[in-house]
């Protein structure tokens, strides 16, 4: 006879848990966004800055086609590491819950209540049958009437608040020289260039960091709306890492 597999048919179900404490259909969710190109995020003095490589397999690919970032208020920004389907599915939740608050209470919603809408969503997916757990993680950030605010949400639901965030390929690597180099009184300039040594670590051997295929987006306290980056800054950025 074969010997019995270590998940031994626990893997089957999003709701079996194994008879180690483990949910194996959440485990496959995480470990596909570990696959997904690195997203970071980091807060400077003023606002906070999200920065993407949206890694173009194929120069017929028109990059501005790949979704990482989806903007959900004009306050409010996600990125995504994972299935790109997933997080458009989420991003679209997102988005009208952001409407109903303005509806309802006639004020934008705060990042903290939308994050744990969204963690709600991931998590309900892991309780019931009849479905599997979303195979994305986001980093959510924004800027409200709390001040700067930066979460990463799991495929199990699960959140945390953080002041500079990595999600993706060797995001413990990235997070390492994240906690290494940052520091909360950074500026803009030097926000975006940590951001950008840090996507460094999201590369496989020999590649490197194309600024066509970057997408950049920041936010600060005096406007408190979300504004791209364009890709001519990024290249002179580029240059200096």
């Known amino acids: 006879m074969y010997p019995l597999s270590q998940t031994a048919g626990y893997d089957r179900v999003a709701t079996m848990f194994s008879p180690d404490g483990r949910l194996y259909q959440v485990e496959y969710a995480s470990k596909i966004v570990s696959q997904g ?71 934008s919603i705060e990042v903290e209540t939308l994050v744990k809408e969204i963690s709600s969503l991931k998590q309900l997916y892991t309780q019931y049958g009849g479905g599997r757990p979303f195979g994305v993680s986001f980093i959510i950030g924004g800027i409200d009437a709390t001040g700067k605010r930066l979460f990463e949400t799991e495929p199990s639901g699960a959140l945390a608040e953080y002041h500079a965030i990595a999600i993706g390929r060797n995001r413990e690597k990235a997070m390492e020289f994240l906690e290494k180099d940052y520091n909360q009184n950074i500026n803009y300039d030097d926000a975006i260039i940590l951001v950008l040594k840090t996507l460094k670590f999201g590369l496989q051997e020999k590649e490197k960091l194309e600024y066509k295929n970057l997408e950049f987006s920041f936010i600060e306290q005096k406007n408190k709306r979300f504004t791209k980056i364009p890709n001519e800054d990024l290249k002179q950025y580029l240059a200096k890492v």
């Open 37 to 107: 190109t690195l997203g970071v995020a980091v807060k400077y003095n003023d606002g906070i800055i999200f920065g993407a490589d949206k890694r173009v397999t194929s120069k017929l690919i028109v990059p501005e086609s790949i979704e990482k970032m989806f903007l959900i208020d004009n306050h409010i920004m996600a990125l995504s590491a994972g299935l790109v389907g997933d997080a458009r599915r989420l991003a679209e939740f997102a988005r009208q819950k952001a409407q109903e608050n303005i509806v309802l209470y006639s004020q």
